[in-house]
């Protein structure tokens, strides 16, 4: 057996370390548990996180209230983990929303009402601002010059490194089994050691189920993501290129892009998203199965035929696809929740987590900390139990 803590943290990612910051913060004597990203994807047989990657948009705007504040709570603290994390992660690219007058109009007033600052732009405006895309005639928009998009590889080595420098310790190793008793959980690690806390905290993704005593009723959904290799002079075309979110059907389907950014192999990629297969992923085996290909063809043809419709001018060197999954819940909100007195499910971020992991994480530790969220501004969203 090894050390006791107050709380163990399982799942290294975005939510997770977040979480473990906090409690770290707080006073928490707390542990934060979870595997680095494997070195060959394709052959490892392990568990996958979501933070794989180099570009996810960050911004407040929002249809809903509840998301733009998770985002701007988040926000206002990125200098702070940036810093003591001592690792840059939020590039202000700009953040561009764009479709239809009614999508437009409530991201608006969403964005009135929790006091964003953003421009409006009329047809004519978006084009002349932003020439590098094209859109449906008719087609408005509202962008936001204080968001961009965060690099979450570095998001969460930065609060990892954050949160150790608060007092965590951090143990990079894969998570086998969760057990419950009376006054303590025991968390065991894939290699068989033995770990005790008075609480945890799962956020382990999309494998959450595989570690909780009660089953969420979550949905994963698996989708392919597309990259266009670029070249330096196409690079340099689209310097002031925003992260960018089309909602042409107001149905909350639309594609996104990622402006240039370069990846670890060295070379600079486009990205684009917005694929939606109907199917969901059943069981670990089945997720990490996904994780181990590169998307579908369906997905490259959808997402190819959409980023050359939106620019047509792009002159990609290769491209290429990856896997992604989203994990749903009927809510549409991540799953912040006590299941017992010991155990705390945190999870699924809906496809629009990642820019704001920290006030989601905050909300774990408070959760683990005062066993509810009444002092948070929250009200009727986060803290019931759900569960099948």
């Known amino acids: 057996m090894r050390d006791s803590f107050d709380v163990i943290v399982v799942g290294k990612g975005m939510m997770g370390a977040a979480a473990a910051r906090h409690l770290a913060l707080a006073g928490t004597k707390v542990l934060l548990i979870g595997p680095d990203e494997p070195t060959d994807r394709k052959s490892h047989s392990g568990v996958f996180a979501s933070h794989y990657d180099q570009g996810r948009i960050s911004r407040r705007l929002d249809t809903d209230p509840v998301w733009a504040n998770l985002a701007a709570r988040s926000m206002e603290r990125y200098d702070e983990i940036a810093e003591k994390g001592g690792i840059d992660f939020f590039h202000k690219a700009g953040a561009l929303l764009a479709g239809s007058d009614d999508y437009v109009a409530r991201v608006a007033q969403t964005g009135n009402e929790t006091g964003v600052a953003f421009q409006s732009l009329s047809p004519d405006e978006l084009a002349q601002q932003f020439p590098c895309f094209t859109f449906p005639d008719g087609t408005s928009g509202l962008f936001e010059p204080g968001g961009g998009y965060v690099n979450p590889r570095s998001l969460v080595e930065a609060q990892t490194q954050a949160a150790g420098v608060a007092g965590a310790t951090v143990i990079r190793k894969e998570v086998a089994k969760i057990t419950e008793a009376a006054d303590h959980v025991l968390v065991q690690a894939a290699d068989g050691a033995t770990y005790r806390a008075d609480k945890a905290i799962v956020a382990a993704g999309a494998f959450a189920n595989t570690l909780l005593p009660k089953e969420i009723a979550l949905n994963i959904n698996p989708r392919t993501v597309l990259f266009f290799e670029l070249d330096p002079s196409e690079t340099a075309r689209l310097t002031n290129m925003p992260s960018m979110i089309h909602e042409p059907d107001n149905d909350g389907n639309g594609p996104y892009l990622l402006p240039p950014i370069q990846y670890p192999d060295g070379k600079t990629y486009l990205k684009i998203g917005g694929d939606h297969s109907e199917r969901y992923l059943q069981g670990s085996d089945e997720i990490t ?89 929250y009200p009727d969203v986060f803290g019931t139990p759900k569960s099948d």
């Open 289 to 377: 199965n996904w994780f181990q290909k590169d998307g579908t063809e369906n997905g490259l043809d959808y997402l190819v035929a959409t980023l050359m419709g939106l620019m047509p001018g792009l002159r990609p060197v290769a491209i290429s696809t990856a896997p992604c999954v989203t994990t749903l819940t009927a809510e549409g909100y991540p799953v912040i929740t006590s299941q017992s007195d010991r155990i705390i499910a945190l999870t699924a971020g809906n496809g629009a987590a990642a820019k704001s992991s920290d006030e989601i994480g905050r909300l774990g530790a408070v959760l683990a900390m005062n066993g509810n969220l009444e002092s948070e501004p």
